[in-house]
């Protein structure tokens, strides 16, 4: 009878090694998937984040391109504007003296020739 209470108690402690280890590989197994959760959630905070900086960068490049664009667009048209001010200060100060060529030759240069083409 002894020799079965021992080996009873053998059976019962192979029982309980089973049982533990099972339990050790059920919590080996929920903690490998709850860490792979977490490293599974910091990867795509990760991503996020390089993929928010990289639009901030994007958008800030953008708006220093456009800012460049805009400045030269009103340097363009600042130049612009002198050049054709300087045209028209050109113009005015000839014009009186065209309006009297060009009536010259319309008017009084015609009788000169028609006199030298008389003689």
């Known amino acids: 009878m002894r020799e079965m209470q021992e080996m009873q108690d053998i059976v019962?402690?192979?029982l309980t090694i089973d049982r533990n280890a099972?339990?050790?590989?059920?919590?080996?197994?929920?903690?490998?998937?709850?860490?792979e959760g977490q490293a599974r959630s910091r990867l795509e905070q990760m991503s996020k984040e390089e993929m928010d900086q990289a639009e901030?960068?994007?958008r800030a490049l953008?708006?220093?391109k456009m800012k460049e664009a805009e400045e030269e667009t009103q340097h363009i048209s600042t130049r612009n504007?002198?050049?054709i001010?300087?045209?028209e200060?050109?113009?005015?100060?000839?014009e009186d003296s065209l309006e009297a060529d060009i009536f010259r030759e319309i008017f009084l240069e015609p009788e000169t020739r028609e006199g030298k083409s008389n003689q």
């Open 56 to 58: 901030q960068q994007g």
């Open 12 to 14: 019962q402690r192979i």
């Open 85 to 87: 001010q300087s045209l």
């Open 22 to 35: 099972r339990d050790i590989i059920q919590r080996n197994e929920e903690e490998r998937e709850t860490r």
């Open 89 to 94: 200060q050109h113009f005015l100060a000839v």
């Open 62 to 64: 953008y708006d220093r």
């Open 81 to 83: 504007a002198e050049a």
